[in-house]
């Protein structure tokens, strides 16, 4: 329940110029961070951090949540514009967004994700504000047998990503999932690194992600002269109130968009899940129950409805579980965990009980942010969606030297930027042969995921398997896939009754 005299007091709190000035600093420049490839969400926040050794606990926690909501949102603008998503977060919006780009419906894709973004992210401010404890006293009930569901849930949307070659989209997922098995397994062997000490910790997401994604679309962009056809001639051109128009957009799939944000706010509360899987868990979903779920993938708008409304929707799940329980539900709540702590606060219980204005004003803020996300949303999709209409000679040298720096500034590691390379010519060679370089990425995003909670579950259950069964969460999970598998074939298969009748 809402203390509404506690609540007030926090509004009353957020009531000044560094207030107001730190929001505006944290939203525009995490959505600048998010933009760039390889620059997390995570950075952002731990870039800023030092930034708040000076100011009060409320001022610093404003910046850093401001800069969280904003990060994991401008991932999306290179995600739509370049095939180069900016956060992982951010990957399953590519999809669909770049296939509207070079339709020449970019503006429409950058309003879309920026309406869907907003939405998505204030509705979970909102569960955060009334529904913090239960929603996370139920998210920490999730152990390794969950975690490892949640995982082949995500998963599952492997079997319909290609187009229309079920064989090659299993191969190419496979060939992900066993990348991510590369390096020490949680029982400490070593698997797969091939001697080269980099691969120690398994081959890191960000590279793979740029080098599958972005680096290979590279040697395509070789061979035509714009990223749209017709380059600058072309009549889409730069068009603030297109994007503003079809930000409202969102709402024509109210059904997408509601569940969405239920998905994306309870994965973000699951320690260590995050927004990329609350992002593919969710395109999943909506691509299996749409009556467009063919046409995903093909520039398709409910696709980016789905992913960014779920992937800025688990950054309220993710405020839920750190706040009220004290346990971090992904890297960036850990270092806003860590910067409570610099102020002298303990998150939990203790929190709720002394800090409790602090509590509602950090809330409050992450709702200011939203408003402020909007106008940054804006702002940095019409200035950059001129980028649609500079040649390809400009770009690709341009692109390939971000990917290269955005590679390389995750770890401070060339192994990192070469490992790039290599992914992005594996990724031009799938592409040339119609493997779907998306399925290989999301092996690679979740298989770790799945890989480490199968063994930890193996572990501490001593290879009896039936907990997956036993265990009322996991269960529920497990009949989740399977409806969600068969029901859309049923389904279509009634519809070609009816159309046959007819």
């Given at each position: 329940?809402?203390?509404?005299?506690?609540?007030?007091?926090?509004?009353?709190?957020?009531?000044?110029?560094?207030?107001?000035?730190?929001?505006?600093?944290?939203?525009?420049?995490?959505?600048?961070?998010?933009?760039?490839?390889?620059?997390?969400?995570?950075?952002?926040?731990?870039?800023?951090?030092?930034?708040?050794?000076?100011?009060?606990?409320?001022?610093?926690?404003t910046?850093?949540?401001?800069?969280?909501?904003?990060?994991i949102?401008?991932?999306?603008?290179?995600?739509?514009l370049?095939n180069?998503?900016?956060?992982?977060?951010?990957?399953?919006?590519?999809?669909?967004?770049?296939?509207?780009?070079?339709?020449?419906?970019?503006?429409?894709?950058?309003?879309?994700?920026?309406?869907?973004?907003?939405?998505?992210?204030?509705?979970?401010?909102?569960?955060?504000?009334?529904l913090?404890?239960?929603?996370?006293?139920?998210?920490?009930?999730?152990?390794?047998?969950?975690?490892?569901?949640?995982?082949?849930?995500?998963l599952?949307?492997?079997?319909?990503?290609?187009?229309?070659?079920?064989?090659?989209?299993?191969?190419?997922?496979?060939?992900?999932?066993?990348?991510?098995?590369?390096?020490?397994?949680?029982?400490?062997?070593?698997?797969?690194?091939?001697?080269?000490?980099?691969?120690?910790?398994?081959v890191?997401?960000?590279?793979?992600?740029?080098g599958?994604?972005?680096?290979?679309?590279?040697?395509?962009?070789?061979?035509?002269?714009?990223?749209?056809?017709?380059?600058?001639?072309?009549?889409?051109?730069?068009?603030?109130?297109?994007?503003?128009?079809?930000?409202?957009?969102?709402?024509?799939?109210?059904?997408?968009?509601?569940?969405?944000?239920?998905?994306?706010?309870?994965?973000?509360?699951?320690?260590?899940?995050?927004?990329?899987?609350?992002?593919?868990?969710?395109?999943?979903?909506?691509?299996?129950?749409?009556?467009?779920?063919?046409?995903?993938?093909?520039?398709?708008?409910?696709?980016?409805?789905?992913?960014?409304?779920?992937?800025?929707?688990?950054?309220?799940?993710?405020?839920?579980?750190?706040?009220?329980?004290?346990?971090?539900?992904?890297?960036?709540?850990?270092?806003?965990?860590?910067?409570?702590?610099?102020?002298?606060?303990?998150?939990?219980?203790?929190?709720?009980?002394?800090?409790?204005?602090?509590?509602?004003?950090?809330?409050?803020?992450?709702?200011?942010?939203?408003?402020?996300?909007?106008?940054a949303g804006?702002?940095?999709?019409?200035?950059?969606?001129?980028?649609?209409?500079?040649?390809?000679?400009?770009?690709?040298?341009?692109?390939?030297?971000?990917?290269?720096?955005?590679?390389?500034?995750?770890?401070?590691?060339?192994?990192d930027?070469?490992?790039?390379?290599?992914?992005?010519?594996?990724?031009?060679?799938?592409?040339?042969?119609?493997y779907?370089?998306?399925?290989?990425?999301?092996?690679?995003?979740?298989?770790?995921?799945?890989?480490?909670?199968?063994?930890?579950?193996?572990?501490?259950?001593?290879?009896?398997?039936?907990?997956?069964?036993?265990?009322?969460?996991?269960?529920?999970?497990?009949?989740?896939?399977?409806?969600?598998?068969?029901?859309?074939?049923?389904?279509k298969?009634?519809?070609?009754?009816?159309?046959?009748?007819?």
């Amino acid at each position: 329940m809402v203390e509404w005299s506690a609540l007030l007091n926090g509004v009353a709190a957020l009531i000044s110029w560094q207030i107001m000035y730190v929001l505006l600093s944290g939203v525009f420049f995490g959505v600048l961070c998010g933009a760039i490839p390889g620059f997390t969400a995570c950075m952002a926040v731990a870039v800023l951090l030092p930034v708040t050794y000076g100011m009060s606990p409320l001022v610093g926690m404003t910046l850093l949540v401001s800069t969280y909501a904003g990060a994991i949102y401008g991932g999306s603008i290179t995600a739509i514009l370049l095939n180069c998503p900016g956060t992982p977060a951010a990957a399953c919006t590519a999809f669909d967004g770049y296939e509207m780009t070079k339709q020449g419906k970019h503006n429409e894709a950058l309003g879309l994700a920026i309406g869907s973004s907003v939405v998505g992210g204030s509705i979970s401010y909102f569960f955060l504000l009334v529904l913090m404890y239960p929603i996370a006293a139920f998210a920490i009930k999730f152990g390794s047998p969950e975690m490892f569901i949640l995982a082949i849930l995500g998963l599952t949307i492997i079997a319909s990503i290609g187009k229309g070659n079920f064989a090659k989209s299993i191969l190419a997922g496979l060939f992900g999932l066993l990348i991510s098995t590369v390096g020490i397994s949680p029982t400490g062997a070593i698997r797969a690194n091939f001697g080269l000490v980099g691969l120690m910790d398994g081959v890191p997401i960000v590279p793979a992600i740029i080098g599958f994604l972005a680096f290979s679309e590279l040697f395509s962009m070789l061979h035509t002269e714009f990223i749209v056809e017709g380059g600058d001639n072309s009549t889409k051109k730069k068009n603030i109130f297109t994007i503003i128009k079809y930000s409202f957009y969102c709402f024509k799939y109210p059904m997408t968009l509601i569940k969405s944000i239920l998905i994306g706010t309870f994965i973000g509360a699951v320690p260590a899940a995050g927004a990329s899987v609350a992002s593919f868990v969710s395109y999943n979903q909506a691509k299996q129950s749409s009556k467009n779920g063919d046409n995903f993938g093909k520039g398709e708008m409910e696709g980016i409805v789905a992913s960014e409304s779920a992937n800025n929707a688990s950054t309220g799940g993710a405020l839920c579980t750190m706040l009220a329980i004290g346990i971090p539900g992904s890297g960036t709540t850990a270092i806003l965990l860590g910067a409570l702590m610099l102020h002298g606060l303990q998150p939990g219980p203790r929190l709720f009980m002394f800090q409790m204005e602090l509590v509602y004003g950090i809330i409050i803020a992450l709702f200011l942010s939203q408003i402020i996300l909007f106008i940054a949303g804006v702002t940095f999709s019409y200035y950059l969606s001129g980028i649609v209409n500079i040649s390809t000679k400009i770009l690709v040298p341009t692109i390939a030297l971000l990917s290269i720096v955005g590679s390389f500034a995750l770890q401070n590691s060339i192994f990192d930027a070469q490992l790039m390379f290599v992914f992005g010519l594996i990724g031009w060679v799938m592409k040339k042969n119609d493997y779907p370089v998306i399925a290989a990425v999301l092996g690679i995003i979740l298989g770790p995921i799945a890989d480490s909670n199968l063994i930890r579950t193996a572990i501490r259950y001593r290879n009896d398997f039936t907990v997956f069964f036993t265990r009322p969460v996991s269960l529920v999970l497990i009949i989740f896939i399977v409806l969600s598998m068969v029901l859309p074939i049923i389904v279509k298969k009634i519809d070609i009754k009816k159309q046959k009748k007819t």
